[in-house]
């Protein structure tokens, strides 16, 4: 009977051959070279999706919620924003650096006060943002632009770059928990 057992092949876990665990932050060079890269293409939208991820420090899910009038009034963006997130319900406030404020600029002059407010409307149905799925696939493709594994960074990764370059000046665990507006002190030293 236990020969029987042992001829049974056994079934491969699902994430056998993928990387388990939190995906890590990008670093300053690379950082730069998915700007360079981007503003080679002329990737406006794009440019403007980066550099926002990376200032807000917002979950995917949040990011491509993000309205117009969340970031700009009357044509002009704004040096900080408030956005609600879906997770906590709880409001998080950040700055947009110059870098950020020009691309996100450049690409509501392309894209127009055209309603919905969504600042990243969705190519198939314009009265829907981007969807998170096609976010994650536009961060697979900015990492490959630079010779990186995509599957080992994603959209968290880009939540939490800027908040790793701020504690690696600052030693300072208070001000990156309120950065990415998590609750627990135990979420933001994992």
Not at 72 to 77: D, P, S
Request: some cysteine; hydrophobic content about 35%; glycine content about 6%.
């Amino acid at each position: 009977m236990t020969k029987d057992l042992k001829q049974i092949p056994k079934k491969l876990p699902w994430n056998k051959c993928r990387l388990n665990g939190p995906k890590p932050p990008l670093k300053p060079k690379q950082i730069w070279g998915i700007r360079t890269r981007l503003q080679i293409a002329k990737r406006t939208r794009d440019m403007a999706l980066f550099d926002l991820a990376l200032d807000s420090k917002l979950r995917g899910c949040d990011l491509v919620r993000v309205k117009i009038s969340d970031i700009a009034v009357h044509g002009a963006v704004q040096t900080r924003a408030t956005v609600t997130q879906r997770k906590t319900g709880r409001p998080v406030q950040f700055e947009l650096t110059e870098q950020t404020r020009t691309s996100v600029h450049a690409w509501l002059q392309i894209r127009g006060n055209r309603s919905p407010e969504f600042l990243f409307p969705s190519r198939i149905d314009r009265s829907r943002h981007l969807s998170t799925r096609q976010y994650a696939r536009l961060v697979d493709g900015w990492t490959t632009l630079i010779g990186l594994d995509p599957k080992a960074y994603g959209t968290h990764s880009l939540r939490r770059t800027k908040a790793a370059l701020i504690y690696k000046r600052t030693g300072n665990l208070r001000a990156v928990q309120l950065l990415l507006g998590h609750t627990k002190l135990e979420s933001t030293v994992r």
